[in-house]
């Protein structure tokens, strides 16, 4: 009697166990339904995106020239995106190019960065015999008269286009506008000799890296990506209090805002006023776990660290698992590949340039 005693007791808990852990896992699920992101249709977020940024088109009247080395052939230049907007840029290609078609690689630099700075990674991408290019973000580098000042006149510009009050003359310096740029540098290397224009890919690195995806995301031309550092829920960062590291690479621009309105301090309630402004839907369709899923099914490499401040690792899980459903559906699962570097901070890592690497190499 006692061992069938003592058996039912057991039996009693087993079940009693499970009843706990049932109820563990649908409140787990019903926090993660809470934070999956809405569904909004594919189609109308690459056409309200390319609606809000269209402005008139302008001729290039591009102009370059090369540069020769022992080890790359260099050419600096600039084309027109837009009447005042002269993008500077530089061009990597291999030495032994001749004549050839090659492939390409857009690649994007950060917050307070030039497309110099994004040299190394250049040289690296022509050694599988790819042609890299490197821009100035709007407001960064030469784009500047004299050059900038790391990130002050990127700063000052986001902060005067929060003062705006007239719609019709908006400016969006805050990535969209850089944004635009990049549809257009496409627009014109399409039409080079020397690419071939169904091998276009986009990296970029933090700024660069949500440049990436925003702009890779619409245009179908471009057809491998690499967001290092980006891919984030701006909307989670708000709902769960993880907005600061964002904030901070444009401090001072938040700062100006929260005092033009009265506030003490920079908040997320004033954060939200100031993304949604110069950011419109950042929260809702046009952020990343919604617009993520416009890549499927090309090669997508998002490469994320574990302690990154500013995409804090539970926001980018659901463009994760945007990224994941999406791929899913298409039967394209091989094509996308998601690295989250342990115990990193905020910064591009040579493991990072690697995966590029390799990635590029698999696709491209």
């Known amino acids: 009697m006692n061992r069938i005693a003592i058996s039912r007791k057991k039996i009693f808990y087993f079940f009693g166990r499970l009843k706990i852990l049932a109820a563990i896992?649908?409140?787990?699920?019903?926090?993660?339904?809470?934070?999956?992101?809405?569904?909004?249709?594919?189609?109308?977020?690459?056409?309200?995106?390319?609606?809000?940024?269209?402005?008139?088109?302008?001729?290039?009247?591009?102009?370059?020239?090369?540069?020769?080395?022992?080890?790359?052939?260099?050419?600096?230049?600039?084309?027109?995106?837009?009447?005042?907007?002269?993008?500077?840029?530089?061009?990597?290609?291999?030495?032994?190019?001749?004549?050839?078609?090659?492939?390409?690689?857009?690649?994007?630099?950060?917050?307070?960065?030039?497309?110099?700075?994004?040299?190394?990674?250049?040289?690296?991408?022509?050694?599988?015999?790819?042609?890299?290019?490197?821009?100035?973000?709007?407001?960064?580098?030469?784009?500047?008269?004299?050059?900038?000042?790391?990130?002050?006149?990127?700063?000052?510009?986001?902060?005067?286009?929060?003062?705006?009050?007239?719609?019709?003359?908006?400016?969006?310096?805050?990535?969209?506008?850089?944004?635009?740029?990049?549809?257009?540098?496409?627009?014109?290397?399409?039409?080079?000799?020397?690419?071939?224009?169904?091998?276009?890919?986009?990296?970029?690195?933090?700024?660069?890296?949500?440049?990436?995806?925003?702009?890779?995301?619409?245009?179908?031309?471009?057809?491998v990506a690499v967001p290092i550092i980006a891919a984030q829920s701006f909307k989670w960062s708000l709902e769960n209090n993880k907005w600061q590291g964002r904030a901070r690479t444009i401090w001072a621009a938040h700062e100006h805002m929260a005092k033009s309105t009265g506030d003490s301090g920079v908040t997320a309630k004033n954060v939200a006023t100031f993304w949604n402004k110069l950011l419109p839907e950042i929260t809702g369709r046009f952020d990343c776990p919604s617009m993520i899923r416009l890549f499927a099914p090309r090669p997508l490499l998002l490469l994320n660290n574990e302690k990154d401040g500013n995409c804090p690792l539970p926001g980018a899980q659901l463009v994760f698992e945007a990224a994941t459903q999406t791929y899913r559906s298409m039967l394209a699962s091989d094509k996308l590949k998601i690295h989250i570097t342990p115990n990193e901070p905020h910064r591009f890592t040579p493991e990072h340039l690697e995966l590029m690497m390799d990635w590029f190499s698999k696709w491209l």
């Open 25 to 223: 896992f649908f409140v787990c699920c019903g926090e993660l339904a809470a934070q999956s992101p809405p569904t909004y249709p594919v189609t109308k977020i690459a056409e309200d995106f390319r609606d809000l940024l269209r402005r008139p088109v302008v001729d290039f009247n591009a102009s370059f020239q090369p540069i020769p080395t022992d080890s790359v052939l260099t050419e600096k230049g600039f084309i027109y995106t837009e009447a005042n907007e002269k993008i500077p840029i530089l061009i990597y290609k291999p030495v032994n190019a001749g004549s050839a078609r090659l492939p390409v690689v857009i690649c994007l630099h950060g917050t307070g960065g030039t497309k110099e700075q994004m040299s190394g990674v250049l040289y690296r991408l022509t050694t599988l015999g790819i042609m890299a290019v490197a821009i100035d973000a709007r407001y960064h580098g030469e784009r500047i008269p004299g050059g900038a000042h790391g990130s002050k006149e990127y700063v000052d510009a986001i902060a005067n286009a929060w003062q705006n009050t007239d719609p019709e003359t908006q400016q969006y310096p805050f990535f969209f506008d850089t944004v635009y740029d990049l549809w257009r540098l496409t627009d014109y290397l399409i039409t080079r000799a020397d690419v071939q224009s169904n091998r276009i890919g986009m990296m970029g690195i933090s700024m660069g890296g949500i440049e990436t995806w925003m702009a890779a995301s619409v245009d179908k031309r471009i057809k």
